[in-house]
């Protein structure tokens, strides 16, 4: 099976589940996050980053369900989409909890517009990052597409946004597939 079919299946499968105590499902929180990428004007693949960032929620089963342990989703959607996406794509994804964790130790009012689930996770995620920590993700050369991702990622928690449907990005995987 092609690896576009098999996202699509995930989402298919897993994404009517709701989005780990926010008020949006996976795919509905997945589809915001790609739409902001794309209404931001970002290239092809930091959408399809945007749009399968949680990818690893969908393949890691029950364990993920269970808040008092960080499995790391962020590892395993990246080492799933790196055997059948460019770099571009699956590397904003590894590092978007990292951009996370990167936002609360260098901008003070990030924290502030955290939701309780996202705290929750961050605590689990390590708190925000030392200072060496810091420099190591700053010299990372997907700092900066990682942070773009986690803001969108951040505000694609709207239970009353409309989004487009799944379908709309399946082009988009297929171009960037390799």
């Known amino acids: 099976m092609h690896a576009v079919e098999s996202i699509i299946q995930a ?4 994404g009517a589940e709701m989005y780990l105590g926010e008020e949006v499902t996976q795919l509905q929180h997945a589809l915001q996050a790609a739409h902001m990428a794309e209404r931001e004007g970002a290239e092809e693949a930091l ?3 945007a749009l399968l960032h949680d990818f690893g929620h969908l393949i890691a089963g029950d364990e993920s ?6 499995f790391r989703h ?4 990246a080492r799933w989409l790196s055997g059948h996406f460019p770099e571009a794509v699956w590397m904003p994804v590894q590092l978007h909890v990292a951009a996370k964790r990167y936002l609360c130790a260098t901008n003070p009012s990030y924290l502030g517009r955290l ?22 993700f700053e010299a990372s050369p997907f700092c900066r597409t990682a942070v773009r991702l986690r803001l969108w ?6 239970p009353a946004f409309a989004a487009t449907n799944l379908e709309r990005y399946r082009e988009l995987l297929l171009r960037l597939a390799i």
Do not use: T
């Open 11 to 14: 989402f298919e499968k897993g």
């Open 47 to 49: 959408i399809a980053a």
């Open 65 to 70: 369900a269970n808040p008092a342990f960080d």
């Open 74 to 77: 962020e590892e395993l959607g």
């Open 115 to 136: 939701s309780a689930a996202s705290l929750h996770s961050l605590a689990l995620q390590g708190g925000p990052m030392s200072g060496e920590e810091v420099r190591d």
């Open 153 to 158: 990622d951040d505000e694609a928690k709207n």
